[in-house]
């Protein structure tokens, strides 16, 4: 399957995603989301996080004013150039849709969203979140934002977090779990199917996957987030947003 994250109309979406205005009183997801994330850490240490499946980099810039140092990883490598370009000082424009071949050009940079004073503290990665490697461990938080649904092996993804996050740390997923056979074959979904004649949910398949090493401390929420695609045509939906606390012990 090609990538749809590697082409220009998924570039353009995202930039408009993260960096550009919200709709019908729907907040920026990206930024909303690192928001509740620095929230959640209360008193809890603040050295290092990491944002799997970071897209062009909002929520990472974000996660920057309340961390020490934070590392953005996604798979695709547009995304990543992108995020890059901007730290680097960059103006990058995006093609905003309208209808058809019709719309505009909107330019974003770091200083007109006032993130001049954290780009320092940020890094980017092209990366798979599924194979991280041995570099990325030791971290306070590990955010996952609509990244649960994107991974092949969603039950493989959770077990390594294990080794990612420090004792006391947290994990926070995010997703409104559209699970697609593209992504993820049907054989590795952890929930949103029936077992043994019953649901099974994805945040159940999370709970059990998690349990040996993570406890929830949080009730879930519902973080709503709005695309858009043209003028007229929006995605809105809603995702569930669960926060997970390493164990102080690690066994296995």
Not at 44 to 51: I, N, S, V
Not at 159 to 166: F, G, K
Not at 201 to 213: D, I, K, N
Not at 216 to 245: C, G, L, N, Y
Request: aromatic share 10%.
């Amino acid at each position: 399957m090609n990538n749809p994250y590697e082409t220009d109309e998924l570039l353009n979406q995202y930039m408009a995603f993260h960096f550009g205005g919200s709709y019908f009183g729907v907040p920026n997801y990206p930024a909303h989301c690192a928001e509740l994330c620095i929230d959640f850490m209360g008193k809890r240490r603040r050295r290092k996080a990491l944002d799997l499946g970071c897209a062009v980099g909002r929520s990472t810039f974000d996660l920057a004013k309340g961390f020490d140092a934070v590392v953005g990883i996604d798979l695709s490598s547009r995304f990543i150039d992108a995020a890059n370009r901007l730290k680097a000082g960059e103006t990058l424009p995006y093609f905003l849709h309208d209808e058809g071949e019709l719309g505009r050009t909107v330019e974003v940079s770091l200083s007109s969203l006032e993130f001049e004073g954290v780009k320092s503290k940020v890094q980017f990665e092209v990366g798979d979140a599924c194979n991280l490697g041995s570099a990325h461990v030791g971290y306070d938080l590990i955010f996952a934002g609509n990244l649960i649904d994107r991974v092949n092996n969603p039950a493989a993804f959770l077990s390594d977090l294990q080794h990612r996050v420090v004792p006391g740390g947290l994990l926070v997923i995010s997703s409104p779990y559209t699970l697609l056979e593209e992504y993820t074959p049907k054989a590795n979904w952890i929930g949103g199917h029936m077992e043994n004649g019953e649901s099974r949910t994805v945040l159940q398949g999370m709970q059990t996957v998690l349990a040996p090493h993570f406890k929830m401390v949080k009730t879930p929420m519902d973080v709503p987030f709005v695309i858009r695609e043209t003028s007229r045509k929006f995605q809105h939906s809603i995702a569930e947003m669960s926060v997970w606390e390493r164990s102080a012990t690690l066994e296995g």
